[in-house]
């Protein structure tokens, strides 16, 4: 059974939280990694050694590796995955809007998601040696189930690495017997089976050679959004990144532009709705948008110091970014918005 937090234990970097759905009647419980930006600031280092661990308990990776990540959940585990593999890879995020028309795409379904369509821009003429999943946990597997038969067409080896596969042990052969065939072969790599050590260099994660384009937008957009971060950045050395829903990939790109000794804390705002326990989740500041659905949620916020911060989202969460700029003033904090636009 993979590991939940124990406070009276010393946690592996791979273990979970466990934390209640609300509003969710399809799954009562999730489990979250403390070191993805949204329970608290995300822990660089500790995504950096969940990467090595990865690599080190995978097959060696020949030619080109797909690497995807499933929004929101292995967004920041899928960067430092693919920065941390040394051979030509490409790094794809899924996503839960159709951001441009001219890029083909490919859809499948998150059956218990409060959101259940997600896309992935993908060139349907590309083939890979190998598609590299990350997952953060396997509940029942009928997600990756649906992803792995989208992909089938692109590579003849997948590979999956999960934080914890939480199916029956009579089960967790079933993706692998279900979609193997003659021409795929499928593998599940579950590290909170593994031994968490070997991973301390400093040096892990610090080959990204390529610069990452996960949701394929257009150049133009990237660099003026990165303009506009490093604009704020000089005005006022905010301490807080706070980022909305799938703009991780700006925000990181700014991110790592900075010098490691002054970056700041980075934090993500979550379509995910979880009931504060008093254990986990101490605290959570609803951000509703106001012209439809879906509700935002920050959780277990501290007040930072100094009082400065950059709010990043999207033209579709531009209200949201709008709602937690608001918020923070109302506290005291100079707070600036950058608004990163969603079709390019």
Known sequence: MPNIINSAIEPQVTDLHRVERDGNPLRRFAHVSPHIGKLGPLNELALRRIACLSVKHLPELNGTTLVVGLT???????????????????????????????????????????????????????????????EDEITTGTTLRNLSVALCGISSKQYVVTLADFRALNAQCDLECEIASPNVEV?????????????????????????????????????????????????????????????????????????????????????????????????????????????????NWNKPQPTSCVVLGESSTADITANLASFLISRGIDAQKVIVPCQS
């Open 72 to 134: 929101e959940s292995s967004l920041f585990l899928s960067w430092f995955l693919a920065a941390h593999i040394d051979s030509e890879v490409e790094l794809r995020f899924t996503t839960r809007e159709l951001r441009n028309a001219s890029h083909p795409v490919i859809s499948f379904q998150e059956p218990h998601s409060h959101a259940p369509r997600h896309y992935l821009a993908l060139p349907t003429n590309l083939r890979y040696q190998q598609v590299l999943i990350m």
């Open 187 to 299: 593998s599940v790599t579950n590290l909170s089976f593994v031994e968490d050590d070997g991973c301390d260099s400093g040096e892990v994660g610090k080959r990204f050679l390529f610069r990452p384009n996960p949701l394929m937008r257009s150049p133009e957009v990237v660099e003026a959004s990165l303009n506009e971060l490093h604009q704020c950045w000089h005005k006022s050395s905010p301490c807080v990144l706070y980022v909305v829903g799938e703009c991780v990939d700006v925000a990181l790109m700014f991110w790592e532009s900075l010098p490691p000794d002054s970056r700041p804390n980075l934090q993500q705002i979550t379509r995910s709705a979880w009931r504060p326990d008093g254990k986990v989740v101490l605290t959570r500041l609803e951000l509703p948008n106001r012209y439809a659905e879906p509700q935002y949620y920050l959780y």
